[in-house]
């Protein structure tokens, strides 16, 4: 991909569990995100069973740029995984980042911060097995206590023909501390590829700021695009055509309802009062008449 070759910063829909599906891909395309990622798949399981690859991966034509997130600790299963979706995506990102327990504990995300070597290997097994010279493999690490073994692993795996990095800059015990920007800073110096800063863009001045700040090449956004899926075109609040726009996408592509209702709180929620929250969040079924939806913007 040519992303990151014009200068411009690239801005980034993060891999979120539940949330970076589809249909939320096709809104947020529609607000200048360059670029989006799946929700997190455990590779074993993709490759192993036909019905998790049907669930856990949908996309379609207009979903590109697309980079598919998978969580590994082997690397020929990996490559594997990649093979088979590289016919369908623009590349695919290691998870060195997930700090929850059961992935730790199987030896996935955040864990791997701590094995360069394998991470190395896993790059490697992807570059050499995917038959396209031009698909992405990148990876997506939060940062150690002591930010330079961080460095060390960036360089091992920048040397392993790894083709961008994602920091969230906070470390695998870290959840809403100050994002650590000097730490980012100090990554994005050490290396020639390009680095993608992850933590707490939330409004449209932290992209400006931030890469000020680290002068990284790319942001990713996670809940600061749920809340407000316009963000990356400059919108403080969820526009009412964004809103709309969620409307049409989910119906079209026939979200379930927890799923399209659960994005519209998030949406929502800075731009209603709370008794109209609490009536809101406790709907429970799709509006399925005409009265009700224009009842709903008269909101």
Not at 35 to 63: N, Q
Request: proline share 5%; hydrophobic share 40%; charged share 25%.
């Amino acid at each position: 991909m040519d992303l990151f070759e014009n200068g411009k910063v690239v801005k980034v829909c993060a891999p979120m569990v539940r949330y970076s599906k589809l249909a939320f891909r096709s809104l947020v395309r529609r607000y200048e995100c360059d670029l989006c990622f799946t929700p997190m798949i455990v590779a074993a399981d993709f490759i192993r069973s036909a019905k998790a690859r049907d669930s856990e991966l949908t996309t379609g034509s207009s979903d590109r740029p697309l980079i598919i997130q998978f969580a590994a600790k082997d690397a020929q299963t990996l490559a594997t995984a990649a093979c088979l979706v590289a016919p369908f995506s623009d590349g695919v990102d290691l998870n060195c980042g997930c700090p929850q327990r059961w992935a730790v504990a199987e030896g996935y995300g955040a864990c791997l911060i701590n094995k360069p070597q394998l991470v190395k290997d896993m790059v490697r097994h992807v570059r050499n097995q995917v038959d396209n010279p031009n698909y992405a493999v990148s990876i997506k690490i939060r940062i150690h206590k002591d930010v330079r073994k961080t460095v060390d692993l960036c360089q091992k795996v920048e040397a392993a023909g790894v083709s961008w990095i994602t920091v969230h800059g906070r470390t695998a015990d870290e959840r809403h501390q100050p994002v650590h920007y000097d730490a980012i800073k100090l990554i994005k110096d050490s290396l020639r590829i390009p680095v993608i800063a992850n933590g707490d863009i939330k409004n449209p001045s932290d992209v400006e700021s931030v890469c000020e700040l680290t002068g990284v090449d790319g942001v990713m956004s996670a809940r600061g695009l749920l809340a407000n899926p316009a963000l990356f075109a400059g919108y403080e609040h969820t526009p009412l055509q964004c809103l709309w726009d969620w409307v049409k996408i989910a119906l079209e592509q026939g979200t379930p309802f927890t799923c399209f209702h659960h994005h519209l709180i998030y949406m929502l929620e800075h731009i209603t009062s709370q008794p109209e929250r609490k009536v809101f969040n406790g709907l429970s079924r799709l509006f399925n008449d005409v009265p009700q939806l224009n009842y709903t913007e008269e909101i």
